[in-house]
């Protein structure tokens, strides 16, 4: 089947505007993690889902950043007041059980540029 | 304080050689490591997972050692061709938690 999707793949915006990034998860995976990747680095965790509950975003980097996943399937990253430092690749994942023991899939990540 | 680390420099390697990066981590314990594999512009990608218990893991040409008293994973690639160039990224599990923390990543070049 499809494998994990995002969307919009590259979004520019102004400082100060919000954005909402989009992840569609592997048909029936139970876990969504959501990374940020700067050029040249790994992943770096953000937050995580099982089913629609939030486990964990000791990531996030401040307030301005949130996540759901209302119905356990595709979920939002929201950042309000966007600043130039949140210029990145943001990266989702998906896994079809709850412990990161599991094998992560990735999607092809959102480039977001803060002008 | 818990760090990864990976060579940052790039390794380049001729075609048919035996391909060896290191990930080494400290202040971790983890349960498990993987392996992922990333081509520019595209997300990671799962090759291996070795569990703390295991010595050695191989997949066709891919060996994974871990050695959890050197707090170390060696992956080598043998036979390289130029096909395997890319970023190898590894991650391990955090301790209470179920997220995983990714090394910087090491790019290996094959060349014909």
């Known amino acids: 089947g499809a494998g994990v999707s995002q969307s919009p793949r590259y979004k520019v915006t102004k400082r100060g505007q919000d954005v909402a990034l989009r992840c569609d998860p592997i048909?029936?995976?139970?876990?969504l993690y959501w990374y940020r990747q700067a050029l040249g680095q790994g992943p770096e965790f953000l937050t995580y889902?099982?089913?629609?509950?939030?486990?964990?975003k000791s990531g996030l980097p401040n307030d301005r950043f949130s996540a759901e996943r209302p119905e356990g399937s595709i979920s939002t990253l929201t950042i309000q007041r966007t600043e130039q430092r949140d210029s990145a690749m943001y990266r989702c994942?998906?896994?079809?059980?709850?412990?990161?023991?599991?094998?992560?899939?990735f999607g092809p990540g959102t480039r977001l540029t803060v002008l | 304080s818990q760090k990864i680390e990976q060579n940052s420099e790039a390794l380049n390697i001729q075609e048919g050689k035996t391909a060896t990066l290191t990930c080494n981590y400290t202040?971790?314990?983890?349960?498990?490591l993987q392996w992922y594999r990333q081509d520019p512009g595209r997300g990671p990608v799962f090759l291996l997972l070795?569990?703390?218990?295991?010595k050695e893991k191989r997949k066709e040409r891919l060996k994974v050692t871990f050695d959890t008293t050197l707090k170390q994973s060696l992956f080598h690639i043998t036979a390289s061709q130029p096909a395997d160039s890319a970023t190898y990224l590894c991650?391990?599990?955090?301790?209470?938690?179920?997220?995983?923390?990714f090394g910087t990543g090491t790019r290996l070049q094959v060349f014909p």
């Open positions: 994942a998906s896994s079809s059980g709850t412990s990161s023991y599991n094998e992560q899939f």
């Open positions: 048909s029936g995976h139970v876990s």
């Open positions: 889902f099982n089913y629609e509950a939030q486990q964990d």
């Open positions: 202040n971790y314990s983890p349960a498990y």
């Open positions: 070795i569990r703390e218990n295991e």
């Open positions: 991650a391990l599990d955090s301790i209470g938690t179920d997220k995983l923390i």
